[in-house]
């Protein structure tokens, strides 16, 4: 309820003032059986194999073709504290898993073999309260988001060494560092050199160098084009637009990167193909883009809208 409680019922973006997302593809039911979801909360593309993985609250996480054609899936070692929210594919075609509640991050091999963890419970460096999801740069460093009271950017050398840490727990910015509220999808731009932090619950991306300070800030609360409300999750296009998936205004928005401007908008609340209910996220490789429609327990895939 809280997007509703936010904006109020008649500030909501009427779904058919937004385009359907454009599909190809769509696939998965409400299930526990192989193929279907239970309120799914990430997805990630591996386009060089063909593969698009997808994280549930029953703690599976499944492999699927392009196509939609369930291949494989694998239940997370442990779960009793609560489920992933977050999932990546490393250079190696290995799925990284932000198991949140877990308080580390799991990497499998793509058939579904734990091959190494790391973090604990705690806000000191290297520790994590509940991590949202990872970015890997090209030189080896990996970026690990999370909140709970410590809502951060963690930045690792290849070796898993704490080397840096972004923004804080807070509503407002601090000498050029960004406070955070659930910092729920991150994604690096090598080229650029900056990190895109998806801000959920202050309704905003904020973009930084390496060295945590703020480079701008697209978005801002509100339902109109170029406004976000709980931007769960981001993908960085070739052109140099950024796709951000929106839980509170049931939409995938394209914005301009560096000026925030409103280059297209689709979805809207709904059943129907095109239509979105509460997308958790977002991923877009190589022409091929899938969101996470997840109060309909689907995944809706297709070309570059």
Request: proline residues 6%; charged residues 25%.
């Amino acid at each position: 309820l809280l997007p509703i409680l936010f904006f109020g019922c008649g500030e909501q973006p009427a779904p058919e003032t937004t385009s359907a997302f454009p599909h190809d593809v769509i696939f998965g039911r409400p299930g526990n059986i192989d193929g279907r979801f239970d309120y799914p909360r990430a997805i990630a593309i591996d386009r060089e194999r063909s593969r698009v993985y997808v994280v549930d609250k029953t703690a599976r996480v499944q492999r699927f073709g392009l196509d939609g054609g369930f291949q494989t899936g694998w239940t997370m070692p442990r779960f009793a504290n609560g489920k992933p929210t977050g999932l990546a594919i490393d250079p190696e075609g290995r799925v990284v898993v932000a198991d949140t509640h877990e308080h580390r991050i799991a990497i499998f091999s793509p058939d579904g073999e734990l091959l190494e963890s790391f973090g604990t419970y705690g806000e000191e460096d290297g520790q994590f309260v509940y991590p949202t999801d990872v970015a890997m740069a090209n030189d080896g460093t990996w970026f690990v988001s999370e909140y709970g009271g410590n809502d951060r950017v963690q930045i690792f050398d290849a070796d898993r060494r704490v080397i840096g840490s972004i923004g804080f727990h807070g509503y407002s910015d601090v000498d050029g560092r960004p406070g955070l509220l659930r910092p729920q999808a991150i994604a690096w731009d090598d080229a650029t050199q900056e990190l895109f932090i998806a801000d959920a619950v202050n309704h905003r991306i904020v973009v930084t160098g390496r060295d945590g300070l703020i480079k701008r800030v697209l978005g801002g609360a509100g339902p109109g084009p170029g406004r976000l409300a709980y931007p769960y999750d981001l993908a960085l296009e070739e052109d140099g637009s950024i796709l951000v998936v929106e839980y509170g205004n049931n939409r995938v928005q394209r914005l301009d990167r560096i000026s925030g401007d409103c280059l297209g908008m689709w979805g809207g609340a709904g059943f129907e193909p095109g239509r979105l209910r509460y997308p958790w996220s977002i991923d877009s490789v190589d022409g091929v883009t899938a969101v996470l429609d997840s109060g309909n327990n689907r995944v809706q895939l297709g070309g570059r809208p």
